[in-house]
């Protein structure tokens, strides 16, 4: 089994930035990607950013400019750095991974952007 934990969260004003954490743990054999998605109140669940095991990245339109994806495989963990937040980055924020052949979901951290 594997568990995502993700870590970062807060109260931010806009303009302000944060650095979300995700750490994988228990059988991993393989990562072929990892990311990050957002659920706002009333929304669904969409993608902010990923990067494979390669380093292919790939970005919500919405977040171009300001998050940057990255990761250390040899620590199993992918970060989101946020930058020039804006109101509306405000949601509960996933961490995903394609590990060993199956999809896993973190427990979400919540970010929110308010003076």
């Known amino acids: 089994q594997v568990q995502l934990v993700e870590s970062g969260g807060g109260l931010v004003q806009p303009g302000g930035s944060l650095r979300l954490s995700c750490v994988a743990s228990?059988?991993?054999?393989?990562?072929?990607?990892m990311g990050w998605y957002r659920q706002a109140p009333g929304k669904q669940r969409e993608l902010v950013a990923t990067i494979t095991k390669d380093g292919s990245t790939n970005y919500a339109d919405s977040v171009k400019g300001r998050f940057t994806i990255s990761r250390d495989y040899a620590k199993n963990t992918v970060y989101l750095q946020m930058n020039s937040l804006k109101a509306e980055d405000t949601a509960v924020y996933y961490c995903?991974?394609?590990?060993?052949?199956?999809?896993?979901w973190g427990q979400g951290t919540r970010v929110t952007v308010s003076s």
């Open positions: 995903n991974g394609r590990i060993n052949l199956s999809n896993y």
């Open positions: 228990g059988s991993i054999f393989s990562i072929y990607a």
